[in-house]
């Protein structure tokens, strides 16, 4: 499972260094800033693709004496720094588009330029959903981050394949900083939209409703003999889970029958959310409380 995300993660280098040259040689036949603009987000993707090999190598190393519990957040630390690059880079962006608002140029063969931006587009388009659909099966946070980041630039490579084509059709020089702005814009909702999903990762936020009550009914199945569960708490770190919950068991059961109810309802859960650390904390019944709590079949 590592070896496929550092793999992935290794071509998203190739393939952001590849659109790079075609977008860049689409500015320099065109002479657009709204094609330089777009060239300059895709240096932004080199960066962050090889920000992403690294968080995902980091995020494979075992746990060790200083990281009990694994190095997976590097891989949110990664997002976060890339979404605080994008909302940089759309602020750079923005501020070329305002200078070329009030000093505008000529656009030179903006056909030519648009074929080969829609070039770029399209491979960008093929690996955006290649790293979404990686990204999920292999529980990345990074991986999908990158994705998000990269289909992002390509719905505005395809908004300005559009407008720069029309550029001499409505013979408005403006409209070309004014599709600057529009990139600027987007690229600065995919960097915050980035910074929040990983923040959540960061401070543990807990996974997805579904995912809390695909655990709950496992133990409510597999916790015969015990009398309740309660105190549940989850969260995920890349691939692996986190779940820690109290199960109260009655006074006279043996230490032994106790442990055999663990095993049966951790093995089950493993099962369901595949890699997971599991905590259960063995209690006797006047630490039940009655209320709020998983009642077990």
């Keep these: 499972m590592t070896s496929t995300r550092i793999k992935v993660a290794r ?73 605080v690059l994008v909302v940089l880079t759309a602020v750079g962006i923005l501020v070329i588009a305002i200078h070329d608002w009030w000093h505008p140029h000529p656009v030179h063969a903006p056909l030519r330029g648009v074929a080969l931006n829609a070039l770029g587009g399209l491979i960008n388009l093929a690996w955006a959903r290649t790293l979404i659909t990686v990204g999920r ?47 600027a814009l987007n690229v600065l909702r995919a960097g915050f939209g980035m910074m929040h999903r990983s923040m959540s990762g960061l401070m543990d936020a807990a996974p997805a409703p579904e995912m809390v009550e695909a655990v709950r009914s496992i133990i409510s199945e597999h916790g015969d003999g015990a009398l309740e569960a309660h105190d549940l708490r989850m969260r995920k770190v890349g691939p692996l889970s986190f779940v820690e919950f109290h199960l109260v068991v009655p006074s006279e059961m043996t230490v032994s029958d106790a442990h055999d109810i663990c095993d049966r309802i951790e093995a089950a ?29």
């Design 137 to 183: 099966r292999q529980s990345s946070q990074a991986l999908q981050a990158a994705g998000d980041h990269v289909q992002s630039d390509v719905w505005a490579t395809f908004a300005l394949v559009i407008g720069v084509a029309l550029i001499p059709v409505l013979n408005w020089p403006q409209l070309d900083p004014l599709l600057s702005i529009f990139v």
């Design 11 to 83: 071509a998203s280098i190739a393939v952001s260094v590849l659109v790079l040259g075609v977008k860049y040689a689409a500015y320099v036949v065109s002479g657009s800033d709204a094609l330089l603009s777009d060239a300059i987000e895709t240096i932004l993707n080199v960066i962050a693709a090889t920000g992403t090999l690294w968080a995902i190598s980091i995020a494979a190393l075992p746990a060790d004496d200083n990281h009990p519990y694994g190095h997976g957040k590097a891989e949110y630390l990664s997002a976060v720094i890339e979404g």
């Design 269 to 297: 859960i493993r099962e369901k959310l595949g890699r997971t650390s599991i905590h259960i904390h063995v209690e006797p019944p006047d630490k039940a409380k009655h209320s709020g709590v998983l009642v077990l079949s």
